[in-house]
């Protein structure tokens, strides 16, 4: 479970070391105009790494409605204006949900994080929090308020450690594909209306966040995606069954599809810890229910497995998939089941 940060001194202590982060990875500073729907913020000083610019400034005058510092993302580019991608702004003290970005503590570890309600704006008709959440799949987590209240957010990046603003970076690409696939219409097709209900309905149901997650300076809760992403990659590398299709949705990671019916289901944790294990196993066996479909765990390649986890993945003929994480990448490990090569598929700039 996580815990909002309510406390304005806080608050203020946190987004400095957000911004400190973000500073470390994005080196350069440069003067730029950012335009927006309404206006133009001029001669801004933003941070850039030479793909993804950042600015932050206050916004917090007499006059308006809701005081909040802003946290501006979008892609970098030489000429011209610059543009928003997404806006991860945080009100100044205690919860207000009309402001998208808010941040949050972990309750087993203490690693605090920027998170973000997934409302994307745009002025694009379709352009929107659950339509996004849904393309994306994405998979808020639970944060409680000092009331005991919930509120929903993804991870967008840990506010400090080792390539922090790595998981950002992501979440902006994803960000600027969704609304590129909401302009390509792509929000239009009877699939896609299937999959947000799901959506919709599993969201629905009061859940909390699964506990435990392994203890290093690079940050892998926050960097789930990027795992599946490799895992993704790797899989598409290799032949499809006939007529499958690799599918992504609220409940489970990845799967293989054909037709209908699932054949291979992938669960990617980020760490051995036993309750991680526990939920993995479950996951697999609930929606990897038919006797011939193929089970897969994935898990960080130097973290220890109880031995009687290990025993129990072979008795349930669940296989298991090692991933490695570093500053840069992630990394599927694995000799393939149906050829002698070592795969490293990698996904990284």
Not at 68 to 92: D, Q
Not at 230 to 241: E, G, K, Y
Request: aromatic share 8%.
């Amino acid at each position: 479970m996580f815990t909002l940060i309510e406390s304005k001194k806080e608050i203020a202590k946190v987004q400095r070391k957000l911004e400190s982060s973000i500073r470390r990875d994005f080196k350069t500073t440069t003067i730029r105009d950012i335009g927006y729907p309404g206006g133009t913020t001029f001669d801004a000083s933003v941070f850039t790494d030479g793909t993804y610019w950042y600015w932050s400034s206050d916004h917090n005058s007499k006059d308006i409605a809701n005081p909040r510092r802003l946290n501006w993302f979008g892609l970098f580019k030489n000429e011209g204006r610059l543009h928003i991608s997404v806006e991860i702004n945080t009100a100044y003290e205690g919860r207000n949900d009309q402001v998208a970005g808010f941040f949050a503590r972990d309750n087993d570890t203490g690693s605090i994080y920027l998170l973000h309600s997934g409302r994307v704006g745009g002025g694009t008709k379709g352009v929107g929090q659950s339509a996004f959440l849904t393309w994306s799949d994405q998979r808020p987590v639970d944060v409680v308020d000092s009331s005991g209240s919930l509120r929903k957010g993804v991870l967008v990046m840990p506010i400090d450690g080792i390539a922090a603003s790595r998981s950002a970076v992501r979440y902006i690409d994803i960000i600027v594909q969704f609304k590129l696939a909401v302009r390509a219409g792509d929000m239009e097709t009877r699939e896609f209306h299937r999959k947000k209900k799901e959506f919709d309905d599993f969201y629905s149901e009061a859940r909390g966040r699964r506990m435990g997650r392994r203890s290093a300076e690079i940050d892998y809760l926050s960097r789930h995606g990027e795992v599946v992403d490799a895992l993704n990659a790797w899989r598409t590398s290799d032949l499809l069954p006939k007529g499958g299709r690799v599918v992504k949705n609220a409940l489970i990671d990845m799967g293989v599809t054909v037709g209908r019916d699932l054949v291979e289901v992938f669960e990617v944790k980020t760490s051995t810890a036993r309750s991680d294990l526990y939920t993995a196993i479950g996951q697999l066996m609930v929606h990897g229910a038919a006797a011939d479909c193929r089970r897969v765990i994935v898990l960080p390649h130097k973290e220890i497995i109880a031995s009687d986890l290990k025993a129990a993945l072979q008795r349930l003929r669940i296989e298991l998939l090692k991933f490695k994480l570093d500053e840069r990448k992630a990394t599927i490990l694995r000799r393939r089941t149906n050829n002698s090569k070592r795969d490293t598929l990698k996904r990284g700039p």
